[in-house]
């Protein structure tokens, strides 16, 4: 029901024109060819709007058991390991979303914990969803000029970003903003590869993308 229910929004979404007044608001706060500076500020917007909620809301602790999963994969990848030995105290450290056999790692694909392990050392994993936050402005807002023209474009990312789902999730240290970076991504090189003027890297960029969001959500990749 929900998936219907998004294609049915999408439909017609697509088939609505902004309001005459909500252009001329948009051309009048930062004029009618000013597509690179939405996609800087609102790129910046999406990059401090999460880290905020992770540092003043969530106050950096993980709110889900995922999280942590993620965090030991990110740690053991950092340290040149896919798994570490069980610690004696084996019960204590089950949970649904690790193996715990002798061998300690988490369940997931590996994407996700590649894509932080290198902050792991430093203790920062948790704020690499505000930087795919921030990465996914710029596919958007490419896409949604290419569907539906500049001023759409504007809008999708004011909804991007005032959206607490979506704010709240990059915050997080779930895999949500990475897929959701990642699918951005391959939507627009899609879109740009079926064009007259396609480039091979538009088509290698779909390639990347489809690959990168299937090792961080293949369920959501396929």
Request: charged fraction near 15%.
């Amino acid at each position: 029901i929900g998936g219907l229910a998004w294609i049915a929004l999408a439909w017609g979404v697509a088939r609505l024109a902004p309001p005459p007044w909500l252009s001329a608001a948009l051309d009048r706060a930062f004029g009618a060819d000013a597509d690179a500076r939405w996609i800087t500020y609102g790129t910046l917007v999406a990059l401090a709007v999460p880290f905020m909620l992770r540092v003043f809301l969530l106050h950096g602790v993980s709110i889900l058991d995922d999280e942590e999963a993620y965090r030991l994969q990110a740690e053991l990848l950092a340290s040149g390991q896919l798994a570490g030995d069980s610690h004696p105290l084996k019960l204590f450290f089950d949970s649904p979303f690790t193996v715990n056999d002798g061998r300690y790692y988490a369940i997931y694909f590996l994407g996700w914990p590649m894509l932080m392990a290198p902050l792991a050392p430093l203790g920062l994993t948790g704020f690499v969803g505000c930087l795919c936050a921030a990465a996914t402005v710029a596919p958007l807002f490419l896409a949604a000029r290419r569907f539906a023209g500049s001023t759409a474009a504007k809008v999708a990312v004011l909804l991007f970003v005032l959206s607490p789902t979506l704010m709240v999730s990059a915050a997080t240290g779930l895999a949500l903003a990475a897929v959701l970076a990642a699918l951005a991504w391959l939507a627009w090189a899609a879109v740009r590869a079926t064009d007259d003027d396609a480039r091979p890297w538009h088509h290698a960029g779909v390639a990347v993308a489809f690959c990168a969001a299937f090792w961080i959500r293949p369920q959501d990749a396929l």
